[in-house]
T-cell receptor, first 114, second 116 residues
Framework: EPEVTQTPSHQVTQMGQEVILRCVPI?????FYWYRQILGQKVEFLVS????????KSEIFDDQFSVERPDGSNFTLKIRSTKLEDSAMYFCASTLGQGARGYTFGSGTRLTVV | AQKITQTQPGMFVQEKEAVTLDCTYD???????LFWYKQPSSGEMIFLIYQGSYDEQNATEGRYSLNFQKARKSANLVISASQLGDSAMYFCAPWGTTDSWGKLQFGAGTQVVVTP
């Protein structure tokens, strides 16, 4: 069964450093998402991406965050200058269309900012 | 943001028993869907079940079934014959409402612990 692959599974970074989280969505999917889950809290939407541009972003997704799909297969989330409060699990997801079925999550990257 | 309520922060259930996890949501939309996801301690989000608001029959996927009551804006997950591996966090997420168009918005979750 096709999967959404996220790397690394765990990343530790120093406060103020830039970090890039990588995702390989399912190959024929067209819509891509990042979600965040701070430890012990609910999963929160960050951003959706379609046709090489952001289609929607939440208030969490400020200027420190950016996304891109540099090569047609990878989908990345960059945090420019990490803060302690960026420590969370970050999930990538993808879907073929805006239809609900086939909404697939990756296994997540646990980001720890020290 | 859409209001999604999972009133049970935690539940204990004995192995082989059934458990019902509550989820209510706020929407004025008529056409939308509802997901349930499982998150074990390893952290990944596992799709369990989905139902659209106009589906006539309640969805079932193996031991999981949805008790979807559109008028009450409620979509409870029923896990039958609980197993130890069902111990996890469970999240409901409306999809396709005005507030959740094109994305999932999750409830706070219910922690289920299955005991022998």
């Amino acid at each position: 069964e096709p999967e959404v692959t996220q790397t690394p599974s765990h990343q530790v970074t120093q406060m103020g450093q830039e970090v890039i989280l990588r995702c390989v969505p399912i190959s024929n999917h067209l819509y891509f998402y990042w979600y965040r889950q701070i430890l012990g809290q609910k999963v929160e939407f960050l951003v959706s991406f379609y046709n090489n541009e952001i289609s929607e972003k939440s208030e969490i997704f400020d200027d420190q965050f950016s996304v891109e799909r540099p090569d047609g297969s990878n989908f990345t989330l960059k945090i420019r200058s990490t803060k302690l409060e960026d420590s969370a699990m970050y999930f990538c997801a993808s879907t073929l269309g805006q239809g609900a079925r086939g909404y697939t999550f990756g296994s997540g990257t646990r980001l720890t900012v020290v | 943001a859409q209001k999604i309520t999972q009133t049970q922060p935690g539940m204990f259930v004995q192995e082989k028993e059934a458990v019902t996890l509550d989820c209510t949501y706020d929407t004025s939309d008529q056409s939308y869907g509802l997901f349930w996801y499982k998150q074990p301690s390893s952290g990944e989000m596992i799709f369990l079940i989905y139902q659209g608001s106009y589906d006539e029959q309640n969805a079932t996927e193996g031991r999981y079934s949805l008790n979807f009551q559109k008028a009450r804006k409620s979509a409870n997950l029923v896990i039958s014959a609980s197993q130890l591996g069902d111990s996890a966090m469970y999240f409901c997420a409306p999809w396709g409402t005005t507030d959740s168009w094109g994305k999932l918005q999750f409830g706070a979750g219910t922690q289920v612990v299955v005991t022998p």
